[in-house]
């Protein structure tokens, strides 16, 4: 077990938290989707609360070690002052002179700021401890809240912890116990529902499934390449030609580990990728020339009938290409019997997925969805993340 933020007191200390404000943002830098953020305020309004200085510490992008003026943080620190209803300070920098000027400026208790864009500094990613020593010096206590990064041994989530008392936040102790007794402790029946564009972002997850679950239902063009090795005609739907071995491999070993194997048996067909596109449904089999973009009505039946009696399920991966609204119909009717699934837990992985149940205004009726892309992939497939595995054990 790891220490949390209710170990520490927090009282006029200055409290660093690690958050992932690594939000969406369109060409004009407003935020698409803040989840992100909303899913860190109880860890902070919980600081406030206590009285605790808030110092509030995030990457967003890929900026590459040097300033980017469209990844700075300022809208997500808009964004969080709407949210809060108060000032949010916004930080020139992570480290240096002037931001403990800025710092300064927070005053004695209850107050928010927050630094700007970490991988502004090339040290955050090669995880410099010099650098983790100067951001430590903005706090007294480090907190991690930032579950989706939690897969890189950065310096704001690894290093750091090196130079002050840690522990978890809220979000990220949520995410360790909705994911973590899945994988761990899982109420049976035990379904997961994979899908996505490839098998190999997650031969990983499939093995480490394996091992847990009772049924693995394959979608999206993730099924294709399991189809062929089930010798389907899969016409000129995606498939990955070097993974065959590979998806021969995880059958066998599903099936000496009794694990059910679920693939489509019809599907959503084009011949081009298009919304406009004149559509046929086929299955198995899919024709010549014609590509499998979701699954198909046979398939939707037996799946959502498979889920009845479920008591756990973790889904990762769409069932079709669902940004395009004719092929969304797959992955809304997965989304919707898990929705209205009574007595189980239901956890949703994976920053596509999330974004796809979000987008059907479904979120909220899931027992969880991760903040996590990469991470969650990682603790699915079983991996320690660097940045749980850091923090002060109670
Ligand atoms: P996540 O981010 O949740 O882990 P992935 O990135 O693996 O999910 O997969 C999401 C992508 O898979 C989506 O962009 C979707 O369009 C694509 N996809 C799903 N089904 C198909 C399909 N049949 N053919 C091509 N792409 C697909
Ligand atoms: C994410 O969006 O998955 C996290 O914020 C991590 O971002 P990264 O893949 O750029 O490290
Ligand atoms: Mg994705």
Same mark, same amino acid.
């Given at each position: 077990?790891?220490?949390?933020?209710?170990?520490?007191?927090? $009282?006029?200390?200055?409290?660093?938290? !690690?958050?992932?404000?690594?939000?969406?943002?369109?060409?004009?830098?407003?935020?698409? +989707?803040?989840? #992100?953020?909303?899913?860190?305020?109880?860890?902070?309004?919980?600081?406030? %609360?206590?009285?605790?200085?808030?110092?509030?510490?995030?990457?967003?992008? @890929?900026?590459?070690?040097?300033?980017?003026?469209?990844?700075?943080?300022?809208?997500?620190?808009? #964004?969080?002052? %709407?949210?809060?209803? /108060?000032?949010?300070?916004?930080?020139? +920098?992570?480290?240096?002179? @002037?931001? *403990?000027?800025?710092? !300064?400026?927070?005053?004695?208790?209850?107050?928010?700021?927050?630094?700007?864009?970490?991988?502004f500094n090339p040290d955050e990613e090669k995880n410099t401890p010099s650098f983790?020593?100067?951001?430590?010096?903005?706090?007294?206590?480090?907190? =991690?809240?930032?579950?989706?990064?939690?897969?890189?041994?950065?310096?704001?989530?690894?290093?750091?912890?090196?130079?002050?008392?840690?522990?978890? $936040?809220?979000?990220?102790?949520?995410?360790? @116990?909705?994911?973590?007794?899945?994988?761990?402790?899982?109420?049976?029946?035990?379904?997961?529902?994979?899908?996505?564009?490839?098998?190999?972002?997650?031969?990983?997850?499939? %093995? =480490?499934?394996?091992?847990?679950?009772?049924?693995?239902?394959?979608?999206?063009?993730?099924?294709?390449?399991?189809?062929?090795? !089930? $010798?389907?005609?899969?016409?000129?739907?995606?498939?990955?030609k070097d993974k065959i071995d590979l998806a021969k491999k995880i059958l066998d070993?599903?099936?000496?580990? #009794?694990?059910?194997?679920?693939?489509?048996?019809?599907?959503?067909?084009?011949?081009?990728v298009d919304e406009n596109a004149v559509v046929k449904i086929e299955g198995p089999?899919?024709?010549?020339?014609?590509?499998?973009?979701?699954?198909?009505?046979?398939?939707?039946?037996?799946?959502?009938?498979?889920?009845?009696?479920?008591?756990?399920?973790?889904?990762?991966?769409? /069932?079709?290409?669902?940004? /395009?609204?004719?092929?969304? *119909?797959?992955?809304? %009717?997965?989304?919707?019997?898990?929705?209205?699934?009574?007595?189980?837990?239901?956890?949703?992985?994976?920053?596509?997925?999330?974004?796809?149940?979000?987008?059907?205004?479904?979120?909220?009726?899931?027992?969880?969805?991760?903040?996590?892309?990469?991470?969650?992939?990682?603790?699915?497939?079983?991996?320690?993340?660097?940045?749980?595995?850091?923090?002060?054990?109670?």
């Amino acid at each position: 077990m790891k220490k949390t933020l209710r170990d520490f007191d927090l $009282g006029g200390k200055r409290v660093l938290i !690690r958050v992932d404000f690594n939000v969406p943002l369109d060409k004009n830098l407003n935020i698409t +989707d803040d989840s #992100r953020i909303r899913a860190t305020l109880p860890t902070i309004r919980h600081a406030l %609360e206590k009285g605790a200085r808030v110092i509030l510490m995030s990457h967003l992008g @890929r900026p590459d070690g040097k300033p980017v003026s469209s990844m700075s943080l300022s809208p997500a620190a808009k #964004r969080l002052s %709407e949210l809060l209803g /108060m000032e949010v300070i916004q930080c020139s +920098d992570c480290v240096g002179p @002037r931001v *403990k000027e800025e710092l !300064r400026d927070l005053g004695g208790r209850s107050s928010v700021a927050l630094l700007e864009n970490l991988r502004f500094n090339p040290d955050e990613e090669k995880n410099t401890p010099s650098f983790a020593q100067e951001l430590a010096e903005n706090g007294d206590i480090y907190i =991690n809240d930032a579950f989706g990064s939690s897969h890189r041994a950065h310096a704001s989530i690894e290093g750091v912890t090196r130079f002050l008392p840690s522990g978890a $936040g809220f979000l990220l102790e949520k995410e360790i @116990r909705y994911l973590g007794e899945a994988m761990q402790n899982p109420q049976k029946p035990f379904v997961a529902i994979l899908g996505g564009s490839k098998v190999s972002d997650k031969i990983g997850v499939v %093995e =480490n499934l394996i091992a847990k679950v009772d049924t693995i239902m394959i979608g999206g063009a993730m099924a294709y390449t399991f189809l062929k090795v !089930r $010798g389907v005609e899969i016409g000129n739907s995606k498939y990955e030609k070097d993974k065959i071995d590979l998806a021969k491999k995880i059958l066998d070993k599903a099936a000496a580990a #009794r694990v059910e194997i679920l693939l489509p048996v019809d599907h959503v067909c084009v011949q081009k990728v298009d919304e406009n596109a004149v559509v046929k449904i086929e299955g198995p089999s899919i024709s010549a020339g014609w590509f499998g973009v979701d699954i198909g009505p046979k398939t939707i039946e037996l799946f959502t009938r498979q889920l009845d009696s479920a008591k756990t399920v973790v889904w990762n991966g769409p /069932m079709g290409i669902f940004e /395009m609204k004719p092929f969304s *119909k797959g992955s809304y %009717e997965i989304a919707e019997k898990l929705a209205n699934l009574k007595g189980a837990t239901t956890v949703v992985g994976g920053g596509d997925t999330a974004a796809c149940v979000a987008g059907f205004g479904l979120g909220d009726k899931m027992s969880h969805i991760s903040t996590g892309g990469g991470a969650s992939l990682e603790y699915l497939e079983g991996k320690a993340l660097p940045g749980i595995a850091a923090l002060e054990d109670k």
